[in-house]
C-alpha cells in the first residue's frame, strides 16, 4: 500500500467566504463569528470521528478489561481537554472580530487538531490506532505540516509492503515521528520545497523502516539530538539497529528482527 501527499501552504484553510468563494457582505464581525463558529464544529467533529470507544471484553479477562477501561478514560479525557480548548479559543471576545484574529485563531484549532492527529498515532490518545498503512499515513501529514515553514512545499509518500509484527508496531511509529521531524527541521530547513519518503517492508525475520529525505544531508556523523537519541533508544529495545546516511539527503534506516 503507498500513500503520497504534498503538503503545502494551500492544506491551510482559507478565511470566510460565502459558496460562490467571494467575500460576504454581511457585518465583518457577524461574518467572522460564523466563519469561526464553523471552523469550531469542524474541529470539534474532527476530534469526535478520531476518538473511537473500547469494546470491554467478557469477565474471564479481568487484566485487559482493566487496561481497556484505562485507555478508555484516558481518550475520553484527551478528547473533552482538546474540545475544551478548541471552545476557548473560538469564545475568545474580539478574537474573531478581524481577519487577522480570525488567522490566529483558525492557526491554533488546526495546530491542536495536527496534534491530536500525532498523538493518536503514536498512541491513541483519543482513539483506537488503526493499521499501520493507516497510522504512518497519518502521521506523516500532520508531523510534516505541524513542522514545516509557512511558505515551504514538502511532498511525503508512504509505502507499506508485508505485515509488521505487533510487537515492533510501537517502535516503528515511533521512529517515524522522530526520522520525519528531523528530516523537516534540519533536512528542509531554509529550503522552499523537498521530499521524505516513508517505506516499510517486513518479512520473515525482518522489519525495515527507511526514511529519505532530499535535504541538506550532513557530513561525518549526524548532529546529535533528543529525536535521533529516542529513535536509537526504540531500535535498542528490540535488539535492532539505526543507520544514517547523510551523503545525497539523508537516508535513514531502522532494523528490527522478528
Given at each position: 500500500?503507498?500513500?503520497?501527499?504534498?503538503?503545502?501552504?494551500?492544506?491551510?484553510?482559507?478565511?470566510?467566504?460565502?459558496?460562490?468563494?467571494?467575500?460576504?457582505?454581511?457585518?465583518?464581525?457577524?461574518?467572522?463569528?460564523?466563519?469561526?463558529?464553523?471552523?469550531?464544529?469542524?474541529?470539534?467533529?474532527?476530534?469526535?470521528?478520531?476518538?473511537?470507544?473500547?469494546t470491554l471484553q467478557?469477565?474471564?479477562?479481568?487484566?485487559?478489561?482493566?487496561?481497556?477501561?484505562d485507555l478508555r478514560?484516558?481518550?475520553?479525557?484527551?478528547?473533552?481537554?482538546?474540545?475544551?480548548?478548541?471552545?476557548?479559543?473560538?469564545?475568545?471576545?474580539?478574537?474573531?472580530?478581524?481577519?487577522?484574529?480570525?488567522?490566529?485563531?483558525?492557526?491554533?484549532?488546526?495546530?491542536?487538531?495536527?496534534?491530536?492527529?500525532?498523538?493518536?498515532?503514536?498512541?491513541?490518545?483519543?482513539?483506537?490506532?488503526?493499521?499501520?498503512?493507516?497510522?504512518?499515513?497519518?502521521?506523516?501529514?500532520?508531523?510534516?505540516?505541524?513542522?514545516?515553514?509557512?511558505?515551504?512545499?514538502?511532498?511525503?509518500?508512504?509505502?507499506?509492503?508485508?505485515?509488521?509484527?505487533?510487537?515492533?508496531?510501537?517502535?516503528?511509529?515511533?521512529?517515524?515521528?522522530?526520522?520525519?521531524?528531523?528530516?523537516?527541521?534540519?533536512?528542509?530547513?531554509?529550503?522552499?520545497?523537498?521530499?521524505?519518503?516513508?517505506?516499510?517492508?517486513?518479512?520473515?525475520?525482518?522489519?525495515?523502516?527507511?526514511?529519505?529525505?532530499?535535504?541538506?544531508?550532513?557530513?561525518?556523523?549526524?548532529?546529535?539530538?533528543?529525536?535521533?537519541?529516542?529513535?536509537?533508544?526504540?531500535?535498542?529495545?528490540?535488539?535492532?539497529?539505526?543507520?544514517?546516511?547523510?551523503?545525497?539527503?539523508?537516508?535513514?534506516?531502522?532494523?528490527?528482527?522478528?
Open positions: 500500500m503507498s500513500y503520497v501527499a504534498t503538503v503545502s501552504p494551500a492544506t491551510r484553510r482559507p478565511l470566510a467566504a460565502d459558496a460562490g468563494g467571494h467575500a460576504s457582505h454581511e457585518p465583518a464581525a457577524k461574518t467572522h463569528q460564523a466563519s469561526a463558529d464553523r471552523i469550531h464544529h469542524a474541529s470539534l467533529d474532527r476530534i469526535d470521528r478520531a476518538s473511537t470507544d473500547v467478557g469477565p474471564e479477562d479481568d487484566d485487559a478489561t482493566g487496561q481497556e477501561i478514560q484516558l481518550r475520553h479525557h484527551t478528547k473533552n481537554t482538546l474540545q475544551r480548548i478548541l471552545g476557548l479559543i473560538a469564545d475568545a471576545p474580539g478574537l474573531c472580530d478581524t481577519p487577522q484574529g480570525e488567522k490566529i485563531a483558525q492557526e491554533l484549532e488546526y495546530r491542536i487538531c495536527l496534534s491530536a492527529t500525532i498523538s493518536n498515532a503514536l498512541f491513541g490518545l483519543t482513539g483506537a490506532p488503526g493499521s499501520m498503512a493507516e497510522r504512518l499515513r497519518q502521521l506523516a501529514g500532520a508531523v510534516v505540516d505541524m513542522m514545516r515553514d509557512a511558505d515551504q512545499i514538502i511532498r511525503v509518500g508512504v509505502s507499506v509492503r508485508g505485515c509488521c509484527p505487533a510487537k515492533l508496531r510501537d517502535a516503528v511509529v515511533r521512529t517515524t515521528h522522530e526520522l520525519i521531524g528531523n528530516a523537516v527541521k534540519h533536512g528542509m530547513k531554509g529550503r522552499s520545497s523537498g521530499r521524505i519518503a516513508v517505506r516499510l517492508v517486513s518479512n520473515g525475520d525482518c522489519t525495515t523502516l527507511t526514511v529519505i529525505d532530499n535535504g541538506w544531508g550532513f557530513v561525518g556523523t549526524p548532529r546529535p539530538g533528543e529525536g535521533l537519541a529516542l529513535a536509537r533508544g526504540f531500535a535498542a529495545r528490540h535488539g535492532g539497529s539505526l543507520v544514517m546516511d547523510g551523503d545525497d539527503g539523508t537516508v535513514a534506516t531502522l532494523e528490527l528482527p522478528h
